[in-house]
């Protein structure tokens, strides 16, 4: 005969409860913005690819929808996503557009950064999270003390230079590294202060979309309050990154589904034969791995389970998309499709916001306790 403990059935369902009301709400979320996606990114990706940038509009769209604010607390005015939720946000948009998802993970990176800091976090994260303002974030590093630090009273003074920074090209937040005395630092700096100019505009490989450029400081100052540890930012692009090549790995094994499943050779769809079959069922195994782990990475929120998504998620994109371009065969290689997008895209995610094996050393350490 079962013993009834009622204390414990009734967290249980309470525990249930909890998952069911976390499920829905990400999936109504989800749903938003993948609806957002197909309606307003992916209709004019070919277009934003050949012309090297985003419709002026959809960054303001974005804005009103307040996915600028997904990280910025409700007291800011921002709607304070879990990780796991903004994750999901991210995934859909790259799914449309990836130039579009990392404009929104720079924002969500200098949201995450400034909360809970005084001085200028509260004006900046409400203007964030209102969409005055935009985030914008190093993808790789430049050279170490390329860009240094120094205190003086309550203000810091920045030299030097900051490579490949991603922005958005508006009035913008940038979040940045420099060395100071106590070592690494980040700090966020205003778009439009003085002291700042930019270099010419990067020719990258994919992500054409996307406004990447040098940046040079001269004798900018700001308040000694927005620099500091930048750890949870660190957590927040990896998963954030993640979450995009997850994006990006599911566009291309759709374009090769929808291809595989029109396409005829000697009188049969692609779809029948048994190398095809086996391509696309890989790259849907791979694709729901990547996306459960990097869901994970965003609830368990340690640098070093963040890191492994980063690089299995990464890696995935570039595998599924190579794939997806065998699918299609010669027409893969051709601009007139799709897939090509995809594979060139993919490559940006196993690179930016740290390497892969800058991210391999974080899950190694953490293998060891001493």
């Known amino acids: 005969m079962n013993t009834v403990r009622p204390g414990v059935d009734a967290g249980l369902v309470e525990g249930r409860d909890v998952v069911q009301e976390t499920i829905e709400g990400l999936q109504e979320i989800r749903e938003l913005a993948h609806q957002f996606a197909a309606d307003r990114l992916r209709p004019n990706v070919e277009r934003w690819d050949h012309d090297r940038g985003v419709d002026a509009g959809v ?27 903004c994750a999901a946000v991210l995934e859909e948009i790259a799914w449309g557009e990836p130039a579009a998802a990392f404009a929104l993970l720079g924002s969500a990176s200098v949201a995450s950064f400034l909360s809970g800091r005084a001085g200028p976090a509260p004006s900046w994260l409400e203007s964030l999270a209102s969409g005055e303002r935009t985030g914008g974030i190093a993808v790789a590093a430049g050279p170490a003390g390329s860009l240094t630090v120094t ?33 690494p630092q980040r700090i966020v700096v205003p778009g439009d202060v003085a002291g700042l100019t930019t270099g010419d505009r990067e020719a990258t490989l994919g992500l054409r979309a996307a406004r990447i450029e040098p940046l040079r400081l001269s004798g900018v100052e700001v308040a ?36 595989a499943a029109v396409r005829e050779q000697f009188n049969q769809k692609l779809r029948a034969f048994q190398g095809i079959r086996v391509k696309l069922a890989d790259m849907s195994a791979r ?32 595998a599924v998309a190579t794939q997806a371009v065998q699918v299609f065969g010669g027409y893969g290689y051709m601009r007139d499709y799709p897939v090509e997008k995809t594979m060139r895209d993919a490559k940006a995610t196993e690179i930016f916001t740290g390497t892969n094996d800058q991210c391999r050393e974080i899950v190694a350490a953490a293998l060891y306790s001493d």
Request: aromatic share 6%; hydrophobic share 50%; glycine share 16%.
């Open 59 to 85: 960054r303001a769209q974005l804005a009103e929808l307040g996915f600028h604010g997904m990280l910025v607390p409700e007291a800011r005015g921002g709607l304070e996503f879990p990780l796991a939720t």
């Open 224 to 259: 000694a309050a927005a620099g500091g540890e930048g750890g949870r930012s660190q957590l927040v692009e990896w998963i954030g990154t993640a979450a995009i090549a997850v994006g990006i790995a599911r566009a291309a094994f759709e374009h090769a589904t929808g291809y």
């Open 151 to 183: 205190q003086s009273g309550d203000s810091l003074r920045l030299e030097g230079s900051a490579r490949w920074i991603l922005r958005s090209g508006g009035p913008d937040l940038l979040l940045l590294g420099a060395h100071g005395r106590g070592g």
């Open 287 to 318: 694709v729901a791995a990547a996306r459960a782990l990097t869901l994970d990475a965003a609830v368990a929120g340690s640098m070093a389970s963040a890191a492994a998504a980063k690089v299995f998620a990464s890696e995935t994109a570039m």
